[in-house]
């Protein structure tokens, strides 16, 4: 059973920054890809950063040159660094770790910028 987990989420004025982190609890094996997807309500989910497990990464257009996500493949862990954010980046971010053409999801975590 693979456990998805996140942390880090908040309440921030624009502007400020913001680590959100995610562990994937798994035993013997690694993932392909791990990222992070944002959902506001009543909109679908949209992909933030992924990152594969042989460092290539992608970002939403939104994002480039504010976030950058980070991993540590040893550790199956992954870490969303937040900076400049806008009330535009309100949403609730979702941890992803996926193998082959399983995708595990954490729960979820609220990000919160307002002034």
């Given at each position: 059973?693979?456990?998805?987990?996140?942390?880090?989420?908040?309440?921030?004025?624009?502007?400020?920054?913001?680590?959100?982190?995610?562990?994937?609890?798994?035993?013997?094996?690694?993932?392909?890809?791990?990222?992070?997807?944002?959902?506001?309500?009543?909109?679908?989910?949209?992909?933030?950063?992924?990152?594969?497990?042989?460092?290539?990464?992608?970002?939403?257009?939104?994002?480039k040159?504010?976030?950058?996500?980070s991993?540590?493949?040893?550790?199956?862990?992954?870490?969303?660094?937040?900076?400049?954010?806008?009330?535009?980046d309100?949403?609730?971010?979702?941890?992803?770790?996926?193998?082959?053409?399983?995708?595990?999801?954490?729960?979820?975590?609220?990000?919160?910028?307002?002034?």
């Open positions: 059973q693979v456990q998805v987990v996140e942390s880090g989420g908040g309440l921030v004025q624009p502007g400020e920054s913001l680590r959100l982190s995610c562990a994937a609890s798994a035993s013997g094996f690694s993932f392909s890809s791990m990222g992070w997807h944002r959902q506001v309500s009543g909109k679908q989910r949209e992909l933030v950063a992924t990152r594969t497990s042989s460092g290539i990464t992608n970002y939403a257009d939104s994002v040159g504010r976030f950058t996500i991993r540590d493949n040893a550790k199956n862990s992954i870490d969303l660094q937040m900076n400049n954010l806008k009330p535009e309100t949403a609730v971010y979702f941890c992803y770790a996926r193998r082959g053409f399983i995708t595990y999801w954490g729960q979820g975590t609220q990000v919160t910028v307002s002034s």
